[in-house]
């Protein structure tokens, strides 16, 4: 047998135990099978359950995260049929999710929601928002709903491939409550880390409940700088503290308003250098990313009776500071000098050889170099709705969604010290501009569903969208090391309107069956590049879009002891927002090209054979591909853009996963628990361009975690392993030699009491 064909036998064999551990359970004489958690979701902006509900959704409750010890998206991603999470070189802070190969620079391709809050990132100088989706930290989640497939007509733009809920629990006036955890670990290769986690809820009358969070938690690094000879340089660090109010003076009325703030960091990238050893790195600076984020949402909701009214809105704020290494572009200036020189000395004409020899003795100063950013993004949105009450024939939702973002990005080239590698501060600036972004959007949305014969259901949907984006920004201090010629204060306003559709067909076959079609729309909108060196008819980008076709079947087996949910899925996504880079190779930029299309199957199995074990189990199958070249009348030529038959990045065509949790009575007053979490995520490229210098096919690995622990009334305690056979398979590249993989083998205690 071929090596690939034993790593595919493995994983389908490790995938398949929980099927044999059913059948095993389900025939052993002395245990009785216990009904799976009939889960409430509200996806569809009503409350149901989540095996009747015709949407290839997961949802995971606040027990299940409480269990894996999820602390972040990190913990629990890879239980997601297709979700990726591409950390890039921070390895914290922010990343780009996505999900049924749905992956693209420019605004995200996956929506991301606090509770009813849209949570949006910043531009950054590169136009990528989608690259920054934060993620807060987990402790008092009620549940989180992960939703495949674009959710364009309830939840709009940048739901394209999906959206994920994270909904916490909340206030209330039934009794005070109190919970604190603890964990310690130490990571080979790294260091000792470390997590405390608090709440409190109390009522404050008899209408009116408060519920406070704070959590702390620091990781030690496991990378180490040979050339600056620091060791484990990738400590990263969050705090989090989040307060909710609630009153609810009737039965019929209530208002929550949450306000939560998160600081995070991480000191140093996760990239080593491959030819150095594991962990190993040779870069001559450290690149650190900073951020706070502040969110305040409130939320309304009123019975009138025939509807329900749902008033949502947000104020959202984060500061970032963000540094990259910029020590090889002032590198490559003074290799070849000509360029950086005319714009060093200001002139349009060749330099003399005097001016050639100045520039480049200037150049050597300008060495470490970093790229140094100052990200400031605000948002506000506000969302009303109507969604009857009732169970009908006719079931509707309609609703009108505002939004008005401003970002700020204040772009440096600045001094590194050469010992330290560290940001020199004050900065020593050698070149500096700036990129202003306004944004306004407003979406009046609406659905419908009518049941026209017993079972069968019909639902239609449709969003009307518009918006204004206006960039502007100049190069105010032009700099050769960074390739940043003079450049006058310009600004550009793109604006467009459009529609998005939905169209479903449902059908309640038995209890235990439902069967259901779907096809959607969904869409990112368009903006403007304010970058440096690109031609005009390059500068404003437009909208793009997809259709998915789904068809799906979920089933409950053994009254409801098993639940087993299969999706196809074809996606034809059209004129492509895609980041290519700028002649001299040194400013990305977003444009249109190309098309792609994505077919895959997603299966998820739950059981619970016996009392006290339950299983469960996802395999994922994606095959995205372009199937236009990416190249156009307006892009650039590159040999780095991808051509029809290109694969996506970042995006396995194999992925699964399994657990087994089980729970078993020591005595009378003390239960054992023990857990096992697996998942496998198969190679994938970095790029489009297999014929490119900078192409790697990176993945392919196995990771498997583990508790162990008991619990009594009141208290809980367990030892764990994350990534238990140090798997160290990359996950990321920047097309170098330098790659991130997956954090080393992690062995801790956590210990936790309810008050």
């Known amino acids: 047998m071929s090596f690939m064909g034993k790593r595919i036998l493995r994983a389908v064999s490790v995938l398949s135990l929980p ?29 149901s359950l989540l095996q009747e509900t015709p949407i290839a959704i997961t949802a995971i409750t606040g027990s299940t995260l409480q269990e894996m010890g999820a602390k972040g998206m990190d913990d629990f991603f890879r239980t997601v049929p297709g979700l990726v999470v591409q950390e890039g070189e921070t390895g914290a802070g922010r990343g780009r999710v996505a999900v049924r190969g749905i992956r693209s620079q420019g605004e995200a391709t996956l929506g991301l929601y606090y509770g009813e809050t849209p949570i949006i990132g910043s531009n950054g100088t590169a136009s990528d928002p989608g690259g920054r989706t934060g993620d807060l930290a987990l402790f008092d989640v009620r549940q989180i709903e992960v939703l495949r497939g674009p959710q364009g007509t309830l939840y709009g733009s940048s739901s394209m491939g ?25 990571t080979r290769d790294g260091g000792f880390n470390y997590a405390l986690q608090a709440m409190l809820n109390t009522p404050l009358t008899e209408t009116l409940a408060l519920r406070a969070v704070v959590s702390r938690q620091e990781n030690e690094g496991y990378i180490d700088q040979v050339t600056l000879n620091r060791k484990n340089t990738n400590d990263s660090r969050q705090t989090s503290v989040r307060a909710a109010l609630k009153w609810a003076p009737r039965e019929d009325f209530s208002y929550t308003l949450t306000v939560m703030h998160q600081d995070s960091g991480v000191d140093d990238s996760t990239l080593y250098t491959r030819s150095l050893g594991m962990f190993n790195s040779n870069a001559p600076t450290l690149t650190s990313y900073d951020e ?32 990259t290494d910029g020590t090889a572009t002032a590198l490559a200036s003074i290799a070849a000098p000509a360029s950086p020189c005319r714009i060093h000395f200001g002139i349009s004409t060749a330099c003399s050889a005097t001016q050639l020899a100045s520039y480049v003795a200037y150049a050597r100063t300008r060495t470490p ?14 969302e009303a709705r109507l969604t009857s009450n009732g169970q009908g024939a006719l079931q509707w939702t309609a609703g009108l969604y505002y939004e008005k973002r401003n970002d700020d990005v204040d772009s440096y080239f600045v001094l590194a010290d050469a010992t330290t590698g560290e940001l020199i501060k004050p900065i020593d600036v050698t070149s500096y501009r700036y990129v202003d972004t306004d944004m306004t959007q407003v979406a009046p949305f609406g659905e419908a569903t009518l049941e026209v014969l017993p079972g069968l259901k019909v639902t239609g949907g449709l969003r009307y969208y518009h918006y204004e984006k206006t960039v502007a920004g100049e190069v105010v201090l032009p700099g050769g090391p960074s390739y940043q010629s003079a450049s006058p204060y310009a600004e550009t306003k793109t604006t467009e309107s459009g529609t998005i559709g939905k169209a479903s067909l449902s059908y309640q076959a038995t209890d235990d069956v439902l069967l259901y079609s779907t096809a959607s729309q969904g869409f990112r909108p368009g903006g403007t590049n304010n970058t440096p060196n690109i031609p005009s008819d390059l500068i404003t980008y437009e909208s793009d879009s997809l259709w998915n076709y789904e068809a799906g079947i979920k089933t409950n087996w053994f009254d409801k002891v098993l639940s087993a949910n299969l999706a196809g ?60 070249d990416q190249v156009n009348s307006s892009s650039l030529p590159s040999t780095s853009i991808g051509r029809a038959g290109d694969r996506i990045p970042y995006t396995p065509r194999w992925s699964g996963s399994a657990s087994a949790s089980y729970e078993w009575e020591l005595s009378a007053s003390l239960s054992g628990l023990a857990r096992l979490d697996y998942s496998y995520t198969g190679q994938y490229p970095n790029t489009f361009r297999p014929t490119l210098s900078t192409y790697r096919v990176i993945g392919g690995y196995h990771i498997v975690g583990g508790r162990l622990g008991v619990k009594a009334e009141g208290w809980n305690a367990a030892l764990f392993a994350r990534n238990l056979f140090n798997s160290q398979a990359s996950t990321f590249t920047d097309g170098s030699t330098r790659y991130v993989a997956v954090r080393p083998r992690t062995i801790g205690v956590s210990v936790g009491a309810d008050f």
């Not at 209330?172 to 604190?180: E, I, K, L, N, Y």
């Not at 170099?369 to 506000?382: G, K, P, S, W």
């Not at 990305?588 to 339950?614: D, H, K, M, Q, Y």
């Open 569 to 628: 899925y074809w996606i034809d996504w059209d004129n492509i927002q895609v980041s290519t880079r700028t002649a001299d190779n040194v400013f990305s930029f977003i444009t249109n090209a190309g098309a792609a299309r994505t077919r895959g199957v997603e299966f998820e199995l739950n059981a619970r054979p016996v009392t006290g074990l339950t299983l469960s189990a996802t395999v994922n199958y994606t095959d995205a591909k372009l199937t236009e």
């Open 19 to 47: 099927f044999s551990l059913t059948g095993f359970a389900l025939a052993a004489p002395d245990e009785a099978p216990i009904q799976l958690e009939e889960i409430i979701v509200t996806a569809t902006k009503r409350a």
């Open 369 to 382: 170099a970093l790229f140094y950013a100052e990200m400031e993004n605000r948002v506000i949105t506000q």
């Open 292 to 323: 706070k984020f502040t969110l305040v949402s409130g939320e309304g909701r009123l019975d009138l009776g025939f509807a329900d009214l749902v008033l949502a809105s947000g104020w959202q704020e984060s500061g970032t500071e963000r540094t």
């Open 162 to 186: 999906g959206t994920i809920r994270v909904l916490f629990n909340e206030p209330s006036t039934r009794g005070v409550a109190s919970s604190v955890s603890s964990e310690g670990s130490f």
